[in-house]
């Protein structure tokens, strides 16, 4: 069956640190790759997406995420986190399995940034 | 544009009763997707509805079903409560349905507490 991984379940970074998040997914079609986001009080929203062409795809708030396609992963990164950065994370695919699509989300990554 | 409304926003049952939870789609989008998010398991998919009909289904017993009517607006009903049903319950709604790149846009959640 497919599935999304996320490694991390819960990250604590300091200000200023540098950001990867893993996901990685079992699937061998062609995917369509997301990364949401849920702040804290707030609804689950988009954070960046993946359809085609560049593997490297920019989001809101300075976050990007890299398609490696032979390694089955998409993973979230950010140069410098802010305090306003701690949220929850959660990797999604997009994948068309027994005759239709299907939104699959990983389990989530808990961040939190110290001030 | 108003976001995906979802109400009760909090519940509070007990075991053995049954529960309706409603989600209002933002205006124009056909297709409503149910999910249960506990801590640790991330969002697991219940089912989707487009166009009053359901497409998709995940994983869940009988006693979770939905429906959706005309004006796109979704109802989901848990029967015979159990104490692990306790979770937030997410509603999202895109656009169009089963495509690859449809876009999720979620509602804050009814918080349901099984006692």
């Known amino acids: 069956a497919q599935s999304v991984s996320q490694h991390n379940h819960h990250v604590i970074l300091s200000e200023a640190a540098s950001l990867e998040l893993g996901c990685n997914y079992s699937?061998?079609?062609?995917?369509?790759l997301f990364w949401y986001v849920q702040y804290p009080g707030q609804h689950l929203q988009l954070l960046l997406k993946y359809f085609s062409g560049d593997p490297l795809v920019k989001g809101i708030k300075g976050f990007e995420a890299e398609f490696i396609k032979s390694k089955f992963s998409f993973n979230l990164r950010k140069p410098s986190v802010q305090w306003s950065d701690t949220a929850e994370y959660f990797c999604?695919?997009?994948?068309?399995?027994?005759?239709?699509?299907?939104?699959?989300f990983g389990t989530g990554t808990r961040l939190k940034v110290l001030a | 544009k108003a976001g995906v409304t979802q109400t009760p926003r909090y519940l509070i049952k007990t075991r053995g009763q049954q529960v309706t939870l409603s989600c209002s789609p933002i205006s124009g989008h056909r297709s409503v997707s149910w999910y249960q998010q506990t801590p640790g398991q991330g969002l697991q998919f219940l089912f989707e509805?487009?166009?009053?009909?359901?497409?998709n289904k995940g994983n869940f017993p009988g006693r979770f079903s939905g429906r959706q009517f005309s004006n796109s607006r979704s109802e989901m009903n848990v029967s015979t409560l159990e104490l692990g049903d306790s979770a937030l319950y997410l509603c999202?709604?895109?656009?169009?349905?089963?495509?690859?790149?449809?876009?999720?846009?979620f509602g804050a959640g009814t918080r349901l507490s099984v006692l």
């Open positions: 999202a709604s895109s656009s169009s349905g089963a495509l690859a790149k449809n876009i999720q846009y």
């Open positions: 999604a695919v997009n994948a068309f399995t027994s005759g239709t699509y299907k939104y699959i």
């Open positions: 699937y061998g079609g062609t995917v369509n």
């Open positions: 509805y487009f166009s009053e009909t359901q497409r």
